[in-house]
């Protein structure tokens, strides 16, 4: 990678991690899943206008809205206001890595062994760590260990969208995840008036100062527009395996932005249990892989290759012709006398 491309990704790592704190912030003005809501309301307009159609079926753009956007996005929220740390929550969700591969067994047929299943073995037993971390936290750890498991309920709808985002192989990342964000506000606003209430909702727009806009605007323009619309620029100019090892920074940034601007801890256990997540997700994810497993994911869902097929982006792949067939085609015919594209028919 040139070092503007490499800066680019050690950017958009550094954006993903910072977004867990400034979740935390925003989650201070707003009710976890108005504020939801809100993130891709903002996300997804004006955007939506200015980008053409998704190119893939619609029904994709509206699971994944509703897995990744209503599902995945509104635990994560709720599970940071009752109480999961803002670094401790980067890192706990990057246990999505062992929910898609699970997925991608039972939905795909894809094979898990050998160095992949012992790094998402190790993986596991970093969350487990981050777990004990968790329950030691609080009094009991009753209530930590709730939000602790939201944020893990987070993960596995992280990991199921992943598996129908690569089944849709969407073309171009930042459409796709512009037009992904069209489906949760509505939803996410229904189910925020049902078990947040109206008055809650406007209270947090009455009392709106400019840290509630500035982490609003952060999340919907930084975090989702500039973050994945900078990964898929580069994974249409790099390989997969070039740029996907850049997302394990993400826990490390989130980890160390929630310690200087909330003053969150980094005990010996969380620590540890960084090191069991990173080394595990970068041993199953990085190492050889066949064929029918070689779609890497990245942090936001999207396929690692762009979801590009053989022969380009919006181009089927062709299907050789036989040996002779070639031949056939390529000798030239008589002169002067064009070349018959059929055969003759057999006489009677």
């Known amino acids: 990678m040139p070092p503007r491309h490499l800066a680019l990704a050690v950017?958009?790592?550094?954006?993903?991690?910072?977004?867990?704190?400034?979740?935390?912030?925003?989650?201070?003005?707003?009710?976890?899943?108005?504020?939801?809501?809100?993130?891709?309301?903002?996300?997804?307009?004006?955007?939506?206008?200015?980008?053409?159609?998704?190119?893939?079926?619609?029904?994709?753009?509206?699971?994944?809205?509703?897995?990744?956007?209503?599902?995945?996005?509104?635990?994560?929220?709720?599970?940071?206001?009752?109480?999961?740390?803002?670094?401790?929550?980067?890192?706990?969700?990057?246990?999505?890595?062992?929910?898609?591969?699970?997925?991608?067994?039972?939905?795909?047929?894809?094979?898990?062994?050998?160095?992949?299943?012992?790094?998402?073995?190790?993986?596991?037993?970093?969350?487990a760590v981050a777990a004990l971390d968790q329950a030691g936290s609080g009094a009991g750890g009753s209530g930590p260990m709730g939000a602790f498991a939201l944020v893990v309920a987070a993960a596995v709808a992280w990991?199921?969208?992943?598996?129908?985002?690569?089944?849709?192989?969407?073309?171009?990342?930042?459409?796709?995840?512009?037009?992904?964000?069209?489906?949760?506000?509505?939803?996410?606003?229904?189910?925020?008036?049902?078990?947040?209430?109206?008055?809650?909702?406007?209270?947090?727009?009455?009392?709106?100062?400019?840290?509630?806009?500035g982490s609003l605007l952060y999340v919907a323009w930084i975090s989702t527009l500039f973050g994945f619309g900078a990964w898929g620029y580069l994974m249409r100019q790099h390989a997969a395996s070039v740029v996907a090892p850049f997302s394990l920074l993400v826990p490390l940034f989130g980890m160390s932005s929630a310690?200087?601007?909330?003053?969150?801890?980094?005990?010996?256990?969380?620590?540890?249990?960084?090191?069991?997540?990173?080394?595990?997700?970068?041993?199953?994810?990085?190492?050889?892989?066949?064929r029918r497993t070689a779609g890497a994911v990245s942090p936001g869902g999207a396929p690692a290759d762009g979801g590009a097929r053989a022969g380009g982006a919006d181009e089927p792949a062709r299907t050789p012709r036989p040996p002779r067939a070639a031949a056939a085609a390529a000798r030239p015919g008589p002169p002067g006398r064009p070349r018959r594209s059929t055969p003759r028919r057999p006489a009677a």
């Open 259 to 290: 310690w200087l601007l909330l003053d969150e801890p980094i005990t010996p256990l969380a620590g540890g249990a960084a090191l069991l997540v990173i080394a595990g997700i970068g041993l199953a994810s990085f190492g050889p892989t066949s």
């Open 11 to 127: 950017a958009v790592a550094a954006v993903w991690g910072v977004n867990f704190t400034v979740i935390d912030i925003g989650l201070a003005h707003f009710p976890p899943l108005f504020f939801s809501a809100l993130r891709f309301l903002v996300a997804a307009v004006p955007a939506v206008f200015f980008v053409g159609p998704p190119r893939v079926a619609w029904r994709w753009v509206l699971a994944v809205g509703v897995v990744l956007g209503v599902v995945k996005f509104g635990l994560l929220f709720i599970g940071m206001r009752a109480g999961m740390p803002a670094g401790l929550s980067s890192l706990v969700l990057q246990s999505q890595a062992v929910f898609t591969a699970v997925f991608a067994a039972l939905l795909l047929g894809e094979r898990v062994r050998g160095r992949r299943l012992l790094g998402l073995g190790i993986g596991v037993a970093g969350i």
């Open 159 to 213: 990991g199921l969208s992943n598996v129908i985002t690569r089944r849709a192989a969407p073309p171009d990342v930042f459409r796709w995840m512009v037009w992904v964000s069209v489906v949760p506000p509505l939803p996410l606003l229904g189910l925020s008036l049902l078990f947040e209430g109206g008055h809650a909702d406007l209270a947090a727009l009455r009392s709106l100062d400019l840290a509630g806009v």
